[in-house]
DNA sequence: CGGAACGTTGAGCATAATCAACGACTGTGG
DNA sequence: CCACAGTCGTTGATTATGCTCAACGTTCCG
């Protein structure tokens, strides 16, 4: 796939389609930052917000850019990278629908944020928000809330880079994208579309991609996952097991 | 050090003492929260809090704990730990003076924070503190500030973990100390009292206490560092050298 | 069918971990 | 004052985990 650069301020109708928003059937109303304004109140969300399709590949935002847009996600996941200038790659951050992207209160974006799957985007002017915010306490109380949470993500993070093995993080992922995809059934078997590649797996987990291929083998010999179709189609066999894996006693 | 468990509620006069706080000539009133509020206003935050002195090693708050204390850190260093169940520990974050200890919103501590040198802390109830944020707009906008700001940290930091060779790290670590410290000098000698046991730089860079060793005498051989007594006062000879080992090109 | 991107597997290697010994500094008690 | 233990740090030898380099499979397009 070839990168693309998606300006999110002005428009660019061969890549994005621009609606205006409609919260009313909104699927991520109740998950995303929106959830903490009044019908009323957000009415003025509405206002500034436009909606926006990037396709899988794109790229959101810059590091080094302006600041100038905020968006929910509604549909779809993206990456936040951070690079080394001779070009290693981290992941530092997975987003899903309800999670919001974008740097406030900074003129400069310092994080690349790239659509992994196509995705739908609620943008709003960054500075409009930032006014959203000093009139709506509620909004702001969320959002803090919503960086408290990333940073606890974060930090438990750091642990796994930092301290734990390969196989550890291999299974570590796997257990938490099911979990995030909503698919908790602890006895059943679970299927799970891992919605990023081998090397993006790689690369959040500060990993090669060779060396994680050589895990889910490892997984698979172990019958604890399978793999369907396409590679991304992942049948968690043994959660139980799986989840032992994660943390060692 | 023997590890001490510190109740951060209710008194504990052996190991702390307990004084009204006195903002007027607070040392970190501009660099920490309180800076977001007037003279007048910080009158509602004196009455709420408390100084606390804790000793080298002791335990600030345990994971797992009921989270019910929030502070400002007025002087000292102190550690942020995550851990696996089998013992093996990451730092996930170095505190300093003007930065804040607490779990906010939360019943439960879930990272344990240690003092590495003797600290002088500002404790507040947290639910007091928390009704102090719905009372000054201002105060909970600067803590959001920060806590978006600690999250661009925590990134930067699963870059370094996830994708810096050990040199790089060790290297990185010396300059950010530096820096943290406010010894910004691009061209003399600077000299840093570094407040952290090779351990403790092992467990926050995601290495071990003799990689560490080894890096910093390789660092020493290429005289770009020279210790002086006591194997904290680290001389850096050259700058700028050190900091081309951090992200090489 | 062919090409390209993506993924798997293998062989060898390198970086950092592990295991182990030793040295330096500190405080304690004889 | 010195012997001693204890903590911390350094250095060396060896090992192992995951990386690099390379070849080969697979999937999915056109």
Known sequence: VTLEILPMSGSDPMSSLQQPARCGDCPVRNISLCGSLSDEDLLSLNKIGRRRIVRAGQIVSWEGDPANSFANIVRGVLKVTALTMDGREQIVGLLFPGDFVGQLFSDRVDLTVTAITEADLCTYSRTAFEDLLDMFPSLERLLLKRVLASLNDARDRMLTLG??????????????????LGKNG???????????????????????IETISRQLTRLR?????????????CHILAAERLRLLVTPD
């Not at 301290?163 to 995030?180: C, L, M, S, W, Y």
């Not at 006895?187 to 959040?204: C, K, Q």
């Not at 010999?221 to 189609?233: L, P, T």
Request: hydrophobic share 45%; no cysteine; proline share 4%.
């Open 163 to 180: 301290r734990k093995t390969a196989q550890e993080r291999v299974a570590g992922f796997i257990d938490f994208i099911a979990k995030r």
């Open 186 to 208: 602890p006895n059943d078997v679970i299927t799970v579309e891992i919605p990023v590649s081998r090397g993006e797996m790689a690369d959040y987990l500060g990993l090669t």
């Open 221 to 233: 010999a172990m019958s604890i996952i399978a793999f369907g179709r396409g590679n991304r189609e």
